[in-house]
């Protein structure tokens, strides 16, 4: 069987995830602001019952914020 792959873009790069490393893709919803959180935590998200939190990759690696906000995680 062909090897599968997730194709996303990071920082404006195509990447490709193999995908035996993903669990799941989810639309994120309604994400709730945490106070006084680092600057990478984007909030909080309800996901499958389950209270997540929810950080921006690009805050976390120190790049520029993206262009468009992700609806997807």
């Not at 389950?50 to 468009?68: F, K, N, S, W, Y």
Request: some cysteine; proline content about 7%; hydrophobic content about 55%.
């Amino acid at each position: 069987m062909a090897d599968l792959f997730l194709i996303a873009r990071i920082a404006g790069r195509t990447v490709a995830i193999a995908s035996d490393q993903v669990e799941s893709v989810v639309d994120i919803g309604e994400i709730t602001p945490i106070p006084r959180a680092a600057a990478e935590v984007r909030g909080l998200a309800a996901l499958r019952s389950r209270v997540v939190m929810v950080i921006d990759t690009c805050a976390a690696l120190g790049l520029p914020p993206a262009e468009i906000s992700p609806t997807r995680a």
